[in-house]
């Protein structure tokens, strides 16, 4: 069965947007046999053009006016592309800080013949400004229309060439842990310190077609004076995997919110002295240890059926509560859609165009759950704290923290079922920050007897984003149940 795939812009839904792909899970056949499943690798370079000569292409992350003066090494857009029977889906991630909804949306347009798209950002701290906040100055946006436009073009031509590449596969997941390799510099520390990574074969056996890894952490070891385009670490990570195993890799990023960094006291230079963030040989390294854990996964990695597949896309609006964001896209920097917010996140108001800010105003994401066959996929759209991936929200909340009352979110680990999973943040959209609720912490008296705030809250679209988000991948699943 196939239900039609419907795009709701500006109206209100009156349910979750539903693709479910099925076909008869009691097929007999063995893990070990493709399943009549398909996969390829492409990618598309999407760096940006850097010179005396070309337009000025600012940095994202940390401040503003951070200007490009030249090219460390490319950025890409790569994707992988499953399909099964007559039903293709293509996972896709960009070296960037994070696209928005309209440019993945543009991306699905001229993708319309696959059944799903996603698309997920590194949230890489080196590339150029897709959002707007990081321009010459901060009531002047950073995006370059153009390069925009190149960004989509890339998303297209990675999926297109992937999908060029489709050859059977069969399919092994694994995992490995290691939380030494992530810093978490607010409290409370909790960290999704778990790798994981699949890998596909030719059914016949032989080298790999290809591994779509996954992990945690934020890509900014070159720090906030660097001024070449980068990678970051995924660089170090991709390269170093695609030389081990002779076959093309897709890193996407995972819960990185609050706030997931390289730590700086494990990795050590020849001399034995600790790596220092804004060192390329310190991204260079991490990025090493990141596919030595993920060499680490693959030694345990056992057999998966992937197939058949099934997606529940559920739009969902979130109210904008974020003062410095609510200006921002008055002024032009944030350049978006925005809706009137009526209370429910899941029936907006009249559209209120790109620069209104009176009255409650609200901005459409989405959220989606992915079943590829036993593996269960949750699409995050920003940067998801690490407390709303196992259930570790602070129980009791600290009492002063802003709502310490607050319901605790359902958890990705209690929401998806049991068994492999991948978590995509940043998935279709950034949002910003994913702050339990009842750790938001923005008034005085602050959590932990701290004389000021801690850092995050300013970057987030408000205190209900995690609430919403976290019910709507509730929902996304028991759509993906009811079939």
Not at 14 to 21: G, M, N
Not at 432 to 437: A, C, E, L, N, V
Request: hydrophobic share 40%.
């Amino acid at each position: 069965m196939t239900l039609a795939c419907i795009r709701w812009r500006g109206l209100a839904p009156i349910a979750p947007l539903i693709v479910l792909l099925a076909v008869d899970p009691t097929t007999p056949g063995a893990v070990a046999r493709a399943n009549g499943l398909q996969v390829g690798f492409g990618k598309a370079d999407i760096t940006p053009e850097v010179g005396d000569d070309a337009r000025p292409v600012f940095i994202a992350g940390y401040g503003q006016d951070r200007r490009a003066t030249g090219v460390h090494d490319p950025i890409w857009s790569r994707a992988v592309v499953l399909r099964h029977g007559d039903q293709t889906i293509a996972l896709v991630s960009v070296d960037l800080i994070g696209v928005q909804m309209e440019l993945t949306e543009a991306a699905r347009t001229r993708l319309e013949d696959m059944t799903y798209v996603l698309v997920s950002s590194t949230h890489n701290h080196e590339g150029p400004d897709v959002i707007g906040l990081w321009g010459p100055s901060p009531v002047e946006s950073g995006v370059d229309r153009a390069y925009l436009k190149q960004v989509e073009d890339g998303i297209v031509a990675s999926v297109r060439a992937a999908e060029a590449a489709l050859v059977p596969a069969v399919a092994s997941y694994g995992t490995a842990k290691d939380e030494s390799l992530l810093a978490d510099s607010r409290e409370p520390v909790v960290k999704d310190g778990v790798l994981r990574v699949l890998r596909f074969d030719p059914p016949e056996g032989g080298r790999p077609i290809g591994l779509l890894v996954q992990w945690n952490c934020h890509p900014e070891n070159l720090g906030s004076q660097n001024t070449l385009i980068t990678a970051d670490f995924p660089e170090a990570t991709v390269r170093t995997l695609e030389q081990r195993h002779q076959a093309p890799v897709a890193y996407f990023t995972g819960a990185i919110g609050g706030l997931m960094s390289a730590a700086e006291d494990v990795l050590t230079r020849p001399d034995g002295t600790f790596y220092e963030e804004g060192e390329f040989a310190f991204a260079d390294a991490y990025g090493v240890a990141v596919a030595d854990l993920t060499d680490q996964a693959l030694a345990g990695a056992s057999p998966i059926r992937v197939t058949p597949f099934a997606v529940s896309s559920v739009p969902v609006w979130l109210p904008l509560e974020n003062p410095l964001y609510r200006l921002a896209r008055v002024a032009g920097v944030l350049d978006r859609l925005g809706d009137r917010w009526t209370g429910a996140p899941y029936s907006p108001g009249a559209s209120l165009g790109r620069r209104n800010i009176f009255g409650p105003l609200a901005v459409q994401t989405e959220v989606a759950a992915v079943r590829l066959g036993a593996l269960h996929v949750a699409a995050i759209p920003g940067e998801l704290y690490p407390e709303l991936v196992a259930g570790q929200v602070e129980d009791p909340a600290d009492p002063n923290a802003d709502f310490p009352d607050a319901p605790i979110e359902p958890s990705v680990l209690d929401t998806l079922p049991d068994g492999p999973i991948l978590i995509f943040g940043l998935a279709n959209d950034e949002v910003g920050y994913i702050i339990p609720r009842r750790q938001w912490d923005r008034e005085p008296p602050f959590a932990y007897d701290r004389e000021k705030a801690q850092y995050g809250e300013i970057n987030s679209i408000g205190p209900q984003a995690a609430p919403i988000l976290m019910h709507a991948l509730q929902r996304a699943v028991e759509h993906l149940d009811q079939d």
